[in-house]
């Protein structure tokens, strides 16, 4: 790769800023990585990696010569005209975006006529031209802004920040959209250049757009379940026109994570505070918590009052491949059961340091047998691969009970019925072991 390219610096090293870093230092440039994260910061200089996310670690590692790790934004700004912006952006009880965090970089940058904040956050439309009018009031007119919206996906983040499906650059039409732009050229994505605020929107409706996708997945399985049909064909069937496509046409109990909650959120705030009631959005939410509570449902079909039943949780982050548990169905799921009277145990092969700050009063189990053992029923909660290929006589063997819920249509149906367990998934209809009768709606015949 070139040596001689732009030096930038990266303010957040989370899940989007230490990609970002890694991903241009890849490509050649020095990268100025700065946290307020002390023990981050002192753990990232001994390579360390403070999240889990396959191919990272070998990332930093390869680019360590020219990655830089300090809590002083002052060495940003020394060495690179560039400073991309990757602060956290959570909801406040509102459901609008928190933006103390962007506006503490924001308030720490000195006057200048050659740097430019370069936004990777996710923030509500009309934050840059906020930000452009905060510059000006405090004599920093000179100082340039750029929206640079990230679409990387956790658990596949390196990847996509290599091969992007398109760069959206929103800018002034000054020296930084371009340089910011030259720093993308080698990944040769589809540019999408365009003015500020259209790129601030371009992140929260493709967000809502995909969120929308997966709630009406789950209501066409919800109702697949009522009438005997299985989501599984519907999906494909529908997946192979290619306007509709067959990504994110998987149901399941509910989407999570950093992103999909608070920016549909965010995006119902800020057309509500525009004046505008984005009546979609408010089903898309409902329909996403009311998919997390249907296992509760399921569950209590099958086994009646939950008080004192024992129920093991295979997974917990919020999907696979990551140990995020913001806003993960597993904690929902743990909750609501205890509320129920069950006693839980819970097995997640990354996010067990994660959840045990989040999720009180389970066990902690060592591995899915032993999450299992005793169970009354299992439900599969996160399709990480581990569970795909579990030997379900096995599984079948250590539990008290037959049923397994699978949240995910991760496993084989045949397989486990084979195993001797009651399948009950989502969108299709419950398998039993043979010589044990179905339950559940007919097959229409019209
Ligand atoms: N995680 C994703 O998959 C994803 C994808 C696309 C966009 N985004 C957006 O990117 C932004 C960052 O998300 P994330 O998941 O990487 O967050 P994160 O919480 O993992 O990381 C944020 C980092 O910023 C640091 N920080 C906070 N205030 C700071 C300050 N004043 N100066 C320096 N560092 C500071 C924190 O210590 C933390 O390390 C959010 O707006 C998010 O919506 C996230």
């Not at 409902?286 to 008080?307: A, D, S």
């Not at 037959?402 to 084989?412: E, F, K, P, T, V």
Request: with cysteine.
């Amino acid at each position: 790769m070139a040596t001689t390219r732009e030096p930038i610096g990266v303010i957040g090293t989370g899940y989007v800023g230490l990609v970002t870093a890694a991903g241009f230092a890849e490509l050649g440039s020095d990268v100025y990585c700065i946290d307020i994260d002390e023990a981050k910061i002192e753990g990232l200089r001994r390579g360390e990696i403070p999240i889990y996310e396959p191919g990272l670690e070998e990332l930093v590692a390869k680019n360590s010569g020219r990655m830089h790790f300090s809590t002083d934004i002052g060495e940003a700004l020394e060495h690179a005209r560039l400073l991309f912006v990757a602060v956290g952006t959570p909801p406040t009880y509102s459901g609008d975006a928190d933006l103390s965090a962007v506006y503490a970089v924001v308030d720490a940058m000195p006057p200048s006529d050659h740097h430019a904040l370069v936004m990777k956050s996710t923030v509500p439309v009309g934050t840059g031209e906020a930000i452009r009018r905060r510059f000006e009031e405090t004599g920093k007119s000179g100082f340039r802004y750029v929206s640079c919206p990230e679409f990387l996906k956790e658990g596949s983040a390196v990847q996509d920040f290599l091969h992007p499906d398109r760069v959206v650059i929103g800018d002034e039409g000054d020296w930084a959209g371009d340089a910011v732009a030259e720093l993308y050229a080698p990944l040769d994505a589809p540019l999408v250049r365009t003015d500020i605020a259209s790129a601030e929107m371009v992140k929260l409706a493709s967000n809502a757009f995909l969120a929308t996708k997966i709630s009406f997945i789950n209501e066409i399985a919800n109702v697949c379940e009522e009438t005997g049909a299985d989501v599984i064909e519907v999906a494909r069937g529908m997946g192979l026109d290619d306007r509709i496509g067959p990504k994110f046409l998987q149901p399941g109990i509910g989407f999570g994570g950093s992103c999909f909650p608070k920016d549909v959120s965010a995006l119902k705030q800020l057309a509500g505070n525009s004046g505008y009631h984005f009546q979609l959005l408010n089903a898309v939410i409902e329909v996403n918590e009311l998919q997390k509570r249907r296992v509760i449902g399921k569950l209590e079909k099958h086994l009646g009052e939950l008080v004192g039943k024992r129920i093991a949780l295979l997974g917990l982050a919020f999907k696979p491949n990551t140990n995020d548990m913001r806003e993960a169905s597993s904690l929902v799921l743990s909750a609501r059961l205890q509320a129920a009277g069950a006693t839980v145990s819970v097995y997640d092969p990354i996010a067990e340091d994660e959840a045990r700050e989040l999720i009180q009063g389970v066990r902690f189990a060592t591995d899915a047998l032993d999450c299992a053992r005793d169970a009354d029923a299992v439900v599969i909660v996160t399709e990480w691969d581990e569970f795909r290929s579990l030997d379900l006589g096995e599984l079948a063997g250590v539990m008290a009970g037959q049923l397994i819920i699978d949240g995910r249509n991760a496993l084989d149906p045949q397989a486990a019925v084979a195993a001797g367990l009651r399948y009950e998934s989502v969108g299709r209809r419950l398998m039993t072991p043979p010589g044990q009768p179905y339950v559940g709606p007919e097959r229409r015949t019209v």
